[in-house]
T-cell receptor, first 111, second 117 residues
Framework: LAKTTQPISMDSYEGQEVNITCSHNNIATNDYITWYQQFPSQGPRFIIQGYKTKVTNEVASLFIPADRKSSTLSLPRVSLSDTAVYYCLVGGAGGYNKLIFGAGTRLAVHP | GAGVSQSPSNKVTEKGKDVELRCDPISGHTALYWYRQRLGQGLEFLIYFQGNSAPDKSGLPSDRFSAERTGESVSTLTIQRTQQEDSAVYLC???????????????FGPGTRLTVT
Protein backbone atom coordinates (compact mmCIF):
# COMPACT_ATOMS: atom_id res chain seq x y z
CA LEU A 1 0.00 0.00 0.00
CA ALA A 2 1.17 3.48 -0.83
CA LYS A 3 2.45 5.47 2.14
CA THR A 4 1.07 8.98 2.56
CA THR A 5 2.61 12.03 4.20
CA GLN A 6 0.64 15.09 5.23
CA PRO A 7 1.21 17.98 7.63
CA ILE A 8 0.38 17.23 11.23
CA SER A 9 -1.54 20.46 11.76
CA MET A 10 -2.67 23.66 10.04
CA ASP A 11 -4.30 26.88 11.18
CA SER A 12 -6.63 29.12 9.23
CA TYR A 13 -9.25 31.82 9.69
CA GLU A 14 -12.89 31.93 8.79
CA GLY A 15 -13.54 32.78 5.15
CA GLN A 16 -10.11 31.73 3.91
CA GLU A 17 -9.34 28.97 1.44
CA VAL A 18 -7.42 26.06 2.93
CA ASN A 19 -5.22 23.73 0.93
CA ILE A 20 -3.93 20.51 2.50
CA THR A 21 -1.32 18.64 0.49
CA CYS A 22 -0.64 14.93 0.75
CA SER A 23 2.44 13.20 -0.66
CA HIS A 24 2.19 9.65 -1.99
CA ASN A 25 5.34 9.01 -3.99
CA ASN A 26 4.80 5.27 -4.49
CA ILE A 27 1.20 5.42 -5.61
CA ALA A 28 0.27 2.49 -7.85
CA THR A 29 -1.12 2.95 -11.35
CA ASN A 30 -4.65 1.99 -10.39
CA ASP A 31 -4.75 3.56 -6.92
CA TYR A 32 -7.38 6.13 -6.09
CA ILE A 33 -6.91 9.07 -3.72
CA THR A 34 -9.56 9.55 -1.06
CA TRP A 35 -9.98 12.15 1.68
CA TYR A 36 -11.92 11.76 4.91
CA GLN A 37 -12.89 14.28 7.60
CA GLN A 38 -13.23 13.51 11.29
CA PHE A 39 -14.88 15.68 13.91
CA PRO A 40 -14.21 15.14 17.61
CA SER A 41 -16.06 12.16 19.08
CA GLN A 42 -17.24 10.98 15.66
CA GLY A 43 -16.07 8.46 13.08
CA PRO A 44 -14.46 9.75 9.87
CA ARG A 45 -16.67 10.85 7.01
CA PHE A 46 -15.93 10.63 3.29
CA ILE A 47 -15.24 13.98 1.62
CA ILE A 48 -13.97 13.40 -1.90
CA GLN A 49 -12.18 10.91 -4.13
CA GLY A 50 -10.27 11.19 -7.38
CA TYR A 51 -7.87 9.49 -9.76
CA LYS A 52 -6.34 12.34 -11.76
CA THR A 53 -6.67 16.04 -12.60
CA LYS A 54 -9.42 17.76 -10.66
CA VAL A 55 -12.55 16.65 -8.87
CA THR A 56 -15.06 19.01 -7.29
CA ASN A 57 -18.14 18.42 -5.19
CA GLU A 58 -20.30 20.57 -2.95
CA VAL A 59 -17.82 20.34 -0.09
CA ALA A 60 -14.31 20.47 -1.56
CA SER A 61 -12.04 20.21 -4.56
CA LEU A 62 -9.26 17.71 -5.10
CA PHE A 63 -6.29 18.58 -7.30
CA ILE A 64 -4.06 15.80 -8.59
CA PRO A 65 -1.03 16.60 -10.77
CA ALA A 66 -0.12 14.52 -13.78
CA ASP A 67 2.50 12.42 -11.92
CA ARG A 68 -0.05 11.67 -9.14
CA LYS A 69 2.69 11.68 -6.52
CA SER A 70 0.78 14.22 -4.47
CA SER A 71 -2.72 15.60 -4.12
CA THR A 72 -4.23 18.74 -2.62
CA LEU A 73 -7.54 19.00 -0.83
CA SER A 74 -8.98 22.49 -1.18
CA LEU A 75 -11.65 23.77 1.18
CA PRO A 76 -13.17 27.07 -0.01
CA ARG A 77 -14.08 29.75 2.53
CA VAL A 78 -13.73 27.66 5.68
CA SER A 79 -15.88 28.20 8.72
CA LEU A 80 -15.41 27.27 12.36
CA SER A 81 -17.31 24.05 11.69
CA ASP A 82 -14.54 22.89 9.34
CA THR A 83 -12.26 22.42 12.34
CA ALA A 84 -11.49 18.72 12.12
CA VAL A 85 -8.85 16.15 11.25
CA TYR A 86 -8.42 15.43 7.55
CA TYR A 87 -7.07 12.11 6.31
CA CYS A 88 -5.55 11.31 2.92
CA LEU A 89 -5.74 7.69 1.76
CA VAL A 90 -4.37 5.96 -1.30
CA GLY A 91 -5.42 2.54 -2.50
CA GLY A 92 -7.93 0.39 -4.31
CA ALA A 93 -5.55 -0.85 -7.00
CA GLY A 94 -6.20 -4.30 -8.42
CA GLY A 95 -9.25 -4.90 -6.31
CA TYR A 96 -7.32 -4.63 -3.07
CA ASN A 97 -9.88 -2.88 -0.96
CA LYS A 98 -8.08 -2.13 2.27
CA LEU A 99 -7.40 1.54 2.93
CA ILE A 100 -5.13 2.52 5.78
CA PHE A 101 -5.63 5.76 7.66
CA GLY A 102 -2.53 7.72 8.63
CA ALA A 103 -2.27 10.32 11.37
CA GLY A 104 -4.10 12.97 9.38
CA THR A 105 -3.90 16.77 9.40
CA ARG A 106 -5.50 18.61 12.28
CA LEU A 107 -7.08 21.80 10.90
CA ALA A 108 -8.00 24.55 13.32
CA VAL A 109 -10.17 27.38 11.99
CA HIS A 110 -10.10 30.57 14.05
CA PRO A 111 -12.63 33.43 14.16
CA GLY B 1 -31.46 3.63 5.76
CA ALA B 2 -29.70 2.51 8.91
CA GLY B 3 -26.04 3.26 9.22
CA VAL B 4 -23.31 1.30 10.95
CA SER B 5 -24.13 0.65 14.58
CA GLN B 6 -21.83 -0.36 17.39
CA SER B 7 -22.46 -1.57 20.91
CA PRO B 8 -21.88 -0.82 23.64
CA SER B 9 -21.21 2.87 23.19
CA ASN B 10 -19.13 2.90 26.35
CA LYS B 11 -17.45 0.10 28.23
CA VAL B 12 -15.53 0.31 31.48
CA THR B 13 -13.73 -2.84 32.52
CA GLU B 14 -11.12 -3.92 34.99
CA LYS B 15 -7.65 -4.87 33.90
CA GLY B 16 -7.46 -8.56 33.08
CA LYS B 17 -11.08 -8.97 32.09
CA ASP B 18 -12.25 -9.93 28.59
CA VAL B 19 -14.46 -7.60 26.53
CA GLU B 20 -16.50 -8.11 23.40
CA LEU B 21 -17.41 -5.26 21.07
CA ARG B 22 -20.09 -5.55 18.43
CA CYS B 23 -20.50 -3.99 15.00
CA ASP B 24 -23.58 -4.13 12.78
CA PRO B 25 -22.59 -3.06 9.26
CA ILE B 26 -24.83 -1.57 6.62
CA SER B 27 -26.80 -4.31 4.92
CA GLY B 28 -25.13 -5.48 1.72
CA HIS B 29 -21.70 -4.15 2.59
CA THR B 30 -19.16 -6.86 1.91
CA ALA B 31 -16.18 -5.12 3.49
CA LEU B 32 -15.84 -4.49 7.22
CA TYR B 33 -12.98 -2.85 9.09
CA TRP B 34 -12.03 -2.43 12.72
CA TYR B 35 -9.85 0.48 13.84
CA ARG B 36 -8.51 1.68 17.16
CA GLN B 37 -8.11 5.36 17.97
CA ARG B 38 -6.31 6.47 21.08
CA LEU B 39 -7.03 9.91 22.49
CA GLY B 40 -5.71 12.64 20.19
CA GLN B 41 -4.25 10.21 17.68
CA GLY B 42 -5.08 8.95 14.21
CA LEU B 43 -6.82 5.71 13.33
CA GLU B 44 -4.91 2.46 13.73
CA PHE B 45 -6.05 -0.35 11.45
CA LEU B 46 -6.79 -3.63 13.25
CA ILE B 47 -8.52 -6.11 10.95
CA TYR B 48 -10.35 -6.26 7.63
CA PHE B 49 -13.03 -8.64 6.37
CA GLN B 50 -14.00 -8.88 2.70
CA GLY B 51 -16.89 -11.17 1.89
CA ASN B 52 -16.03 -14.80 2.55
CA SER B 53 -12.29 -14.32 2.07
CA ALA B 54 -9.85 -14.94 4.90
CA PRO B 55 -9.62 -11.79 7.04
CA ASP B 56 -6.57 -9.56 6.98
CA LYS B 57 -5.39 -9.62 10.59
CA SER B 58 -2.14 -7.78 9.98
CA GLY B 59 -3.10 -4.86 12.24
CA LEU B 60 -3.97 -6.80 15.38
CA PRO B 61 -1.48 -5.64 18.05
CA SER B 62 -1.27 -8.92 19.97
CA ASP B 63 -2.81 -12.37 20.26
CA ARG B 64 -5.15 -10.97 22.91
CA PHE B 65 -7.12 -9.39 20.07
CA SER B 66 -9.39 -11.39 17.79
CA ALA B 67 -12.38 -10.72 15.60
CA GLU B 68 -15.04 -12.70 13.86
CA ARG B 69 -17.58 -12.02 11.18
CA THR B 70 -20.25 -14.37 9.99
CA GLY B 71 -20.74 -13.96 6.27
CA GLU B 72 -21.55 -10.33 5.53
CA SER B 73 -23.28 -9.59 8.82
CA VAL B 74 -22.37 -8.77 12.39
CA SER B 75 -18.78 -8.66 13.55
CA THR B 76 -17.40 -8.95 17.05
CA LEU B 77 -14.01 -7.77 18.28
CA THR B 78 -12.79 -9.56 21.39
CA ILE B 79 -10.01 -8.35 23.64
CA GLN B 80 -8.81 -10.87 26.19
CA ARG B 81 -7.05 -10.00 29.45
CA THR B 82 -7.47 -6.29 28.86
CA GLN B 83 -4.61 -3.93 29.69
CA GLN B 84 -4.72 -0.22 30.41
CA GLU B 85 -3.08 0.51 27.06
CA ASP B 86 -6.14 -1.01 25.37
CA SER B 87 -8.14 2.04 26.45
CA ALA B 88 -9.27 3.74 23.25
CA VAL B 89 -12.22 4.26 20.94
CA TYR B 90 -12.80 1.24 18.73
CA LEU B 91 -14.35 2.17 15.40
CA CYS B 92 -16.02 -0.12 12.91
CA UNK B 93 -16.59 0.76 9.25
CA UNK B 94 -18.26 -1.00 6.37
CA UNK B 95 -18.24 -0.49 2.62
CA UNK B 96 -19.23 -2.09 -0.64
CA UNK B 97 -15.57 -2.85 -1.26
CA UNK B 98 -14.52 -1.89 -4.74
CA UNK B 99 -16.09 -1.84 -8.18
CA UNK B 100 -13.72 -2.23 -11.11
CA UNK B 101 -10.87 -1.10 -8.87
CA UNK B 102 -12.62 2.01 -7.54
CA UNK B 103 -12.78 1.88 -3.73
CA UNK B 104 -16.15 2.63 -2.24
CA UNK B 105 -16.30 4.98 0.72
CA UNK B 106 -16.18 3.59 4.21
CA UNK B 107 -19.11 4.33 6.50
CA PHE B 108 -18.17 4.54 10.14
CA GLY B 109 -20.10 3.69 13.24
CA PRO B 110 -20.11 5.92 16.33
CA GLY B 111 -17.47 3.82 18.04
CA THR B 112 -17.15 2.09 21.39
CA ARG B 113 -15.17 3.93 24.03
CA LEU B 114 -13.28 1.35 26.08
CA THR B 115 -11.78 2.30 29.41
CA VAL B 116 -9.64 -0.22 31.26
CA THR B 117 -9.15 0.60 34.94
Amino acid sequence: LAKTTQPISMDSYEGQEVNITCSHNNIATNDYITWYQQFPSQGPRFIIQGYKTKVTNEVASLFIPADRKSSTLSLPRVSLSDTAVYYCLVGGAGGYNKLIFGAGTRLAVHP
Amino acid sequence: GAGVSQSPSNKVTEKGKDVELRCDPISGHTALYWYRQRLGQGLEFLIYFQGNSAPDKSGLPSDRFSAERTGESVSTLTIQRTQQEDSAVYLCASSLGTLAGVPYEQYFGPGTRLTVT
